[in-house]
């Protein structure tokens, strides 16, 4: 911008919505501080930045940098990939295919379209393709599976017959049971069983129980019970021979030149198994081809007919109007005439879709008259170590094939300028050099050829304190008959942990533990911890997540609470469903009920009970005809007048606002009530613009999804944060606490998986 670029001929790409908005915001915050800065300052500022060239048209430049940028035509371009991609098709829709009024898909609506396909689908003609699926998945929510389907389209274009699903585990077409019979015996069985008998009925039992078993087996015409009772007799859980046991190393002995030819026998069971669960797999494999050819169909069909987009169609849509000959000449024409610098920012969660969009963008950046008149760059940031492997297709290796990429690319001109910031401008030497002795060179080499830090600071204080683990407790005896059967006893190990962390962080705050600051110019060098310094990570958001936030607000802590928050499960949002519920139906006596108890009308227990138990009818007509509660009855009326007429969005806003109900139920519940009742508002509105506004249908739609709402950590003021380390990714804080450093597997989960070389 200094060097007259136009705003225009800028891109940053960045990975989120809320990168980029921090992006936007530093940037306009730096030009807004020069456009105000006296004289020598902007000079100190500007030549801190490398800036040699301080004339008085430079400086004025600098001051006219933030008017320039306010007044860009679209603003500056900063964006996530995806909305890059959607801006590109808006631009040149006619040439990519689509509607020029397209919509972007969100989560929920494409969680509702594929849950209402395939509901179809079970009720149609195609009933036997749907559940032939349910019968090879895994048992994990199938919504996941369909979820995983759309988002791998790519991979079932073309869908695989049964020869093409048999041969990608190299697999003959005529397999059967006969071929896995086949593939076991070979005829030469009937005589060494009959020599092997003898020896195994005179070793131990589970000798005497193997030979048992091969008396059992027709060796004359063997079938496939009999291979089933070999694969249980001979074959480890693996399915690999289990020579160390069978037989014994006395029976082994005893078979003398025997034991060669049972050995071999044992092995062409093992491959018998084997290609059975090839054929398995096989079976699954063109199971979900089958029912993805059905459902991407469909699924493509009516997205396009209500105008939608999903996430992967940006990118797959984009990327064919770069690539396609007849195509990307004229596009890349008119892109080349406006853009001169890219940024890509956290490029080591690139997939490689995307950086196949990226390298058809740059290849106008480094080639062609345009990169000889005027300086054109591409600027790529990332680092491996911080990759969230495999989140939305994200793929680490991608990262250095494309470095080379470019490297190659750029050799016979300016070259490529590979730099690594070993420099933490966010911690201090003894952190840093604990992670960095935390890794052997072989684990920092598959973390991306090196783990050395250097502070900025390098007189920071710091420290790494590691607590003693807290062993599991026995069981403890049974508590008495009433108890809940899931109330967990008290030194349990997770809430003995969380409530040690709350003590501890207590008593930080009551001594008023001085935190060490980085050396400013007359400056304080300590100052005392507040709540806000304290972020706690944990693996996942079970265990002891809820424990540490429960134990938190026990010890009178200030927490913000969960990260996320399931919208179904809020107290406030509850409470205000069973408004809505009651007002559909007056005769929902539970709703009404739920309404009276909570803070929307502050009933108290026994004022519920006099008014439900003499009752002859109705709870609502017996609210109506007995005598008080007079506010109580005008806040229902009002509303219930109002049910036929309002949109779902308009009656909440009505019950929260000029009835005064937010304010009680903040009052009840606590500040963090405000971010369900926010986003409850919110579904009302995506509800409005996707469906026709019924309160019916509002609350048939809520109850149709489990949503969750991200609540914004950074924006989370004076208070103890406890998060995931996936979701605290580009946070900080001056203490990190780490409950969950002991091993921890999880499972694996993604049903669909590709096959090696297939």
């Known amino acids: 911008l200094l060097n007259g670029v136009d705003p225009t001929r800028i891109l940053c790409l960045t990975y989120t919505k809320a990168a980029a908005t921090e992006m936007q915001n530093r940037l306009f915050q730096r030009l807004g501080e020069w456009a105000m800065r006296p004289e020598e300052a902007l000079r100190r500022e500007l030549s801190d930045l490398g800036e040699g060239d301080l004339t008085p048209d430079r400086l004025a430049r600098a001051r006219q940098l933030f008017a320039r940028a306010i007044e860009t035509p679209g603003g500056l371009r900063i964006q996530t990939i995806h909305s890059f991609c959607a801006s590109l098709l808006r631009r040149f829709p006619l040439e990519a295919g689509v509607s020029p009024g397209f919509v972007e898909m969100d989560d929920r609506a494409g969680r509702l379209m594929r849950a209402e396909i395939v509901e179809e689908m079970a009720d149609g003609p195609q009933a036997h393709v749907v559940r032939r699926m349910t019968e090879v998945q895994d048992g994990e929510d199938f919504g996941k599976l369909v979820e995983t389907i759309a988002a791998r389209r790519a991979h079932f274009d073309p869908p695989l017959d049964r020869a093409g699903a048999l041969r990608l585990f190299g697999l003959p077409e005529g397999v059967d049971d006969r071929h896995l019979v086949s593939l076991a015996f070979n005829g030469s069985e009937d005589w060494l069983i009959a020599q092997c008998l003898p020896l195994f009925r005179q070793g131990t039992p589970t000798m005497q129980d193997l030979a048992v078993v091969l008396a059992g087996i027709d060796w004359q015409s063997p079938t496939r019970r009999d291979l089933d009772a070999l694969y249980a007799a001979l074959l480890k859980k693996d399915g690999q021979p289990n020579f160390a046991r069978v037989p014994t190393v006395k029976v082994r002995t005893a078979m003398g030149e025997l034991v060669h030819d049972f050995d071999d026998f044992m092995q062409r069971v093992a491959d018998a198994r084997e290609a059975e669960k090839a054929l398995v797999a096989a079976e699954r494999t063109l199971a979900l081809h089958d029912f993805a050819a059905v459902f991407l169909k469909e699924y493509e069909a009516r997205k396009a007919a209500r105008g939608y987009l999903d996430f992967d169609d940006l990118i797959r849509r984009a990327l064919h109007l770069l690539k396609d000959p007849s195509l990307s000449a004229w596009v890349l024409y008119r892109l080349d005439g406006g853009l001169d610098h890219i940024l890509v920012d956290e490029a080591q969660d690139t997939s490689p879709e995307q950086w196949q969009l990226i390298e058809q963008l740059a290849a106008e950046l480094v080639a062609g008259e345009g990169a000889a008149t005027r300086d054109r760059t591409l600027f790529v940031v990332g680092d491996k170590k911080q990759s969230i492997y495999s989140f939305q297709g994200a793929d680490v290796a991608a990262f250095d094939r494309m470095r080379d990429h470019f490297s190659k690319r750029l050799a016979g001109g300016p070259g490529l300028d590979d730099r690594v910031l070993e420099h933490s401008f966010r911690s201090s030497p003894a952190i840093l050099n604990v992670v960095d002795s935390t890794f052997t060179p072989a684990e920092q080499a598959a973390l991306g050829g090196g783990s050395h830090h250097i502070a900025i600071s390098p007189d920071l204080a710091g420290r790494v304190d590691v607590w003693p683990v807290l062993e599991k407790a026995d069981t403890p005896e049974p508590g008495p008959w009433d108890e809940p059967l899931d109330m967990r006893h008290p030194e349990d190990a997770q809430i003995r942990l969380a409530r040690r962390i709350a003590g501890w962080i207590r008593d930080q705050l009551d001594q008023g533990t001085q935190i060490p600051q980085a050396a400013r110019k007359g400056g304080p060098t300590e ?191 004076d208070l103890i944060r406890v998060m995931t380390v996936h979701g605290a990714k580009g946070l900080e804080a001056e203490i990190v606490i780490l409950p969950e450093c002991t091993d921890y597997s999880p499972r694996q989960v993604d049903q669909i998986q590709p096959v090696p070389g297939g």
């Open 527 to 717: 100052r005392p911890v507040r709540p806000g310094d304290f972020l706690i990570l944990v693996q996942r958001r079970t265990g002891v997540f809820h424990d540490i936030i429960r134990a938190c607000k026990e010890a009178g802590l200030p927490i913000a609470g969960a990260d996320r928050l399931r919208l179904g499960g809020e107290l406030a949002v509850r409470d205000l469903s069973a408004l809505l519920a009651f007002l559909d139906t007056p005769e929902d006596d539970l709703s009404l009920a739920c309404v009276l108890r909570s803070p929307l009308c502050g009933w108290s227990e026994a004022d519920l009970f006099r008014l439900a138990q003499p009752r002859p009818g109705y709870l609502w007509q017996a609210l109506r005809a007995g005598p008080g509660h007079e506010a109580t009855r005008a806040f229902l009326d009002d509303l219930r007048t109002q049910a036929d007429f309002l949109r779902p969005y308009d009656l909440l806003e009505r019950a929260l606002n000029r009835h005064d109900r937010r304010r009680k139920l903040i009052a009840r519940l606590g500040p963090e009530a405000e971010d369900g009742i926010d986003e409850l508002l919110s579904q009302a509105l995506a509800y409005e613009r996707a469906e026709v506004p019924s309160l019916t249908g509002f609350l048939s739609w809520m109850e149709t999804d489990d949503i969750q709402v991200k609540r914004q950590a950074e924006g989370s003021g």
